[in-house]
């Protein structure tokens, strides 16, 4: 009879361990790039007028994360599909990072800064409420008597 010792039992407690904190870790990463990706979708869709880059990383974090659990469940070949989700998960958090700095240039590109221009506290127009409508609404824009004063 084979009896295996106190520390090939630890060896393989921890080994299971640290499989299922992978594992875990790995659907954590998923479901991160499913929703990076579903809001991502739903801002470009909803945007007409502004581009929107930020549902790329989502689409990479969420193929890395899908090789990883791959992965972990392989018993061949379990190293190169680890690698290969290394991999696709850096390419995109460093995709996240770019995509967000490209978002919030091309953002601030469509920002209305005709009130700040003419010293209003407040801006409104009388439209529908939808936001393309205030984008193409002209508005007449009053002097103030006094400069704005900010809520600390």
């Given at each position: 009879l084979f009896l295996p010792t106190p520390?090939?039992?630890?060896i393989v407690t921890a080994y299971l361990r640290r499989?299922?904190?992978?594992?875990?870790?790995?659907?954590?990463?998923?479901?991160?790039?499913?929703?990076i990706l579903a809001l991502g979708l739903i801002a470009a869709t909803r945007t007409d007028n502004v581009?929107?880059?930020?549902?790329?990383?989502?689409?990479?974090?969420?193929?890395?994360?899908?090789?990883?659990i791959v992965g972990i469940h392989l018993v061949e070949n379990r190293r190169p599909m680890l690698?290969?989700?290394?991999?696709?998960?850096?390419l995109g958090v460093i995709a996240?990072?770019?995509?967000?700095?490209v978002d919030g240039i091309i953002a601030s590109e469509f920002i209305d800064i005709r009130p700040?221009?003419?010293?209003?506290?407040?801006?409104?127009?009388?439209?529908s409420g939808y936001l393309y409508?205030?984008?193409?609404?002209?508005?007449?824009?009053?002097h103030a008597p006094k400069k704005c004063i900010t809520e600390k």
């Open positions: 520390g090939e039992i630890y499989r299922k904190t992978a594992l875990w870790i790995s659907v954590s990463l998923l479901n991160l790039g499913l929703v581009p929107v880059a930020g549902y790329y990383s989502g689409i990479t974090l969420s193929f890395g994360a899908f090789l990883g690698v290969a989700s290394i991999v696709f998960i850096s996240s990072f770019f995509c967000a700095i700040l221009q003419e010293d209003m506290c407040h801006f409104y127009s009388s439209g409508d205030s984008y193409y609404t002209e508005v007449i824009l009053i």
